[in-house]
């Protein structure tokens, strides 16, 4: 079976984690949000949303969090990531499985 996994980056954003979420909501297997040092809700919102949330101290290079984030995901393949104020479009997410 295929696992889907959604990694997000984030650092006090806590307006965007809910329509990031949702947009995915039905499609992926599991969504990872870390949290790269936030002071706002962000991660709280996006454990709400159920998200898996990870910390990881923002260190000027995002390489280093885009990594860290994709290594804790399941997916069975090649995984990417999308930055929280991102989502799919209705057509997209409709569209995913048929």
């Known amino acids: 079976m295929v696992c889907l996994s959604v990694c997000l980056i984030a650092r006090n954003e806590?307006?965007?984690p809910p329509r990031a979420l949702e947009s995915i909501g039905g499609i992926a297997d599991e969504?990872?949000?870390?949290?790269?040092?936030s002071a706002d809700a962000t991660a709280d919102i996006a454990a709400q949303f159920g998200a898996h949330v990870r910390r990881f101290a923002w260190c000027d290079?995002?390489?280093a969090p885009r990594n860290f984030t994709l290594g804790q995901a399941r997916a069975d393949g090649p995984s990417g990531s999308m930055?929280?104020?991102n989502c799919f479009p209705?057509?997209?997410r409709n569209s995913v499985g048929s």
Do not use: L
């Not at 969504?31 to 040092?37: L, P, S």
């Open 14 to 16: 806590e307006r965007n």
């Open 31 to 37: 969504a990872i949000v870390t949290d790269t040092g």
């Open 61 to 63: 290079d995002f390489s």
């Open 83 to 85: 930055q929280t104020g």
């Open 90 to 92: 209705c057509r997209t």
